[in-house]
């Protein structure tokens, strides 16, 4: 029925729509196989979305019990779950429409059914109540996304634990949960049902929480979750795990050795989606199931380009879609011998990945972690928001920003803060790091008064100071 393709992404998420959109309006003959019964990705579905809808709630919820210290009073704040999910389930619906619409209307062949690979050249489509049959297409980008990683906890799976995946389908809100896991999911979610009033306990099992993220970071998050009443059991895994009519509890390894909880929530990661997709036969680079990109979202076959959560070092939404336009754009430019020349690609050195916990935290391009593991010199500025009149005004205790730049050049390498707003105002510095500004560039713009942009100024200034 169809003849060979020039391109066909397989997944159709947000890295994969943007691959295919790119691709057709191009001009060139695409296809999009997609296996899910619902359309809309990880982050309309499931992610992104509904999460940060629900935060928006707890959030407010939390500003109206911490009254008193802007100076109101406020009776409790309570939870009208009826509401809540109406209006969740109308937010998600609103998005979902707008991406189906979107591909729907696409001018590239939406294909409804999964994909694996045959060759480098061909996949064996298989569509619901339909024999098999062969797609060819002159090149791929392989869009897969990820699933949660629930690990091997001697009787957890047959409990009624929950991931991500449930919570943003907002069952009951139970009065005491137990977080096992604190990265980006584990972090936000505690401090969504804190918000919501429950009684939270989050089990890390490194010496501090947030994993591999910046130290100061990390330590500032830990001060302010356990101000507000979040328990963290840290160098702690659990052992086993059981549920019975007064909830769940945990045996642990850690100071404490025994949890009960009305809620588990498993938030130990997510693994690349590339089990069943035929990359092992056909000889792709992988890493722990993750694909290997470049910056031209290139894997290690040419014409096989990888973009989003199934390939990327940083799995967050924005990055998946530039990927899947650079690998559309490259894909299509590796069919002709020049194609190095003019190949696009993704800002794998200012990318940025922030978490909307309160307060929210950002890191952008280089880490000081890294910098110091990869013996790279750097000059550091800081600002505390303590210090600095919005921040002080906003009530942020623990926060601040930092700013890494190079000693000879004084060109700005990373950035990374906690604090209020600090996702919205980063991108000021993903800006200045993206466009490869010096110390003193950044320092020529105006900033607004009083704005809590500003800190990140005075952190320029003090990183200027530092160079001398
Ligand atoms: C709870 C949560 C909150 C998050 N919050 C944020 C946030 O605030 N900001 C942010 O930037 N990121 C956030 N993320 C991450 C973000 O959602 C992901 O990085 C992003 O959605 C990944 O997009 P993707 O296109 O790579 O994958 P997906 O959207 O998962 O798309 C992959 C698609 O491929 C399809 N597929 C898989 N295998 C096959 C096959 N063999 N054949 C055909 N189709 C196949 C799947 O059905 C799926 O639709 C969050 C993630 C979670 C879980
Ligand atoms: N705001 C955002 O951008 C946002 C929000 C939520 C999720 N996400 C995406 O979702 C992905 C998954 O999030 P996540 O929090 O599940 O993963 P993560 O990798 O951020 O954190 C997982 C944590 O679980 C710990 N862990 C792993 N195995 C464990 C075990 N057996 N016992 C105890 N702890 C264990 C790890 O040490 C780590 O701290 C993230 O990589 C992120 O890209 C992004």
Redesign the pocket.
């Known amino acids: 029925m169809y003849s060979p393709f020039e391109l066909i992404v397989?997944?159709?998420?947000?890295?994969?729509?943007?691959a295919a959109r790119t691709a057709a309006e191009l001009g060139a003959k695409t296809a999009l196989?997609?296996?899910?019964d619902e359309?809309?990705?990880?982050?309309?579905?499931?992610?992104?979305?509904?999460?940060?809808a629900l935060i928006e709630t707890a959030n407010r919820m939390r500003m109206t019990r911490e009254a008193a210290r802007f100076g109101f009073r406020a009776g409790e704040p309570q939870l009208d779950l009826p509401a809540l999910r109406e209006r969740l389930h109308r937010l998600i619906d609103d998005f979902r429409q707008d991406r189906v619409h979107a591909m729907e209307k696409a001018p590239y062949a939406l294909l409804r059914?999964?994909?694996?690979f045959r060759s480098a050249k061909e996949i064996l489509f298989q569509a619901e109540n339909s024999e098999p049959r062969m797609l060819e297409a002159r090149t791929f980008v392989i869009?897969?996304?990820?699933?949660?990683s629930v690990p091997q906890v001697p009787g957890l799976k047959d409990t009624p634990f929950w991931t991500?995946?449930d919570?943003?389908q907002l069952p009951d809100i139970p009065k005491r949960i137990a977080i096992l896991g604190s990265g980006?999911?584990g972090m936000?979610?505690a401090h969504l049902f804190e918000g919501f009033g429950c009684a939270v306990t989050v089990i890390a099992r490194g010496k501090r929480i947030m994993g591999n993220s910046d130290p100061d970071i990390a330590e500032a998050m830990e001060a302010e979750s356990r101000e507000r009443g979040i328990r963290f059991l840290k160098e702690t895994e659990a052992e086993s795990v059981s549920h019975g009519p007064d909830g769940f509890r945990l045996k642990l390894s850690g100071e404490t050795s025994e949890l009960t909880a009305d809620a588990l929530l498993v938030a130990t990661g997510?693994r690349p989606?590339?089990a069943?997709?035929g990359l092992e036969e056909i000889g792709i680079a992988m890493e722990k199931g993750r694909i290997l990109i470049d910056e031209r979202a290139a894997t290690s076959l040419r014409c096989i380009y990888a973009?989003?959560?199934?390939?990327?070092p940083v799995?967050?939404?924005?990055?998946?879609?530039l990927?899947?336009e650079v690998a559309a754009r490259n894909a299509l430019l590796s069919l002709r011998d020049d194609h190095f020349s003019s190949a696009a690609e993704w800002p794998r050195h200012s990318a940025m990945?922030?978490?909307?916990t309160e307060p929210q935290c950002v890191q952008i391009g280089l880490s000081e972690t890294a910098a110091k593991e990869d013996g790279i010199e750097v000059i550091v500025g800081r600002q505390t928001y303590a210090d600095h009149g919005k921040g002080m005004i906003a009530g942020s205790r623990h926060g601040f920003v930092k700013v890494l730049a190079d000693p000879a050049s004084g060109r700005l390498l990373g950035a990374a803060g906690i604090g209020p707003d600090v996702v919205e105002t980063g991108h000021l510095l993903q800006a200045a790091i993206e466009q490869q500004l010096t110390l003193s560039d950044y320092l020529r713009i105006p900033h607004y008064h009083p704005t809590l942009a500003e800190a990140w100024s005075r952190a320029v200034e003090d990183a200027k100071e530092c160079s001398g």
């Open positions: 397989i997944g159709g998420g947000s890295a994969g729509h943007a196989v997609e296996s899910a359309l809309g990705g990880l982050c309309i579905l499931r992610g992104c979305m509904p999460s940060k059914g999964s994909a694996r869009a897969t996304g990820s699933l949660p991500s995946d919570v943003v980006a999911i936000e979610f997510r989606a590339t069943g997709l973009a989003g959560d199934c390939a990327s799995p967050v939404v924005h990055l998946a879609v990927q899947g990945s922030g978490w909307f």
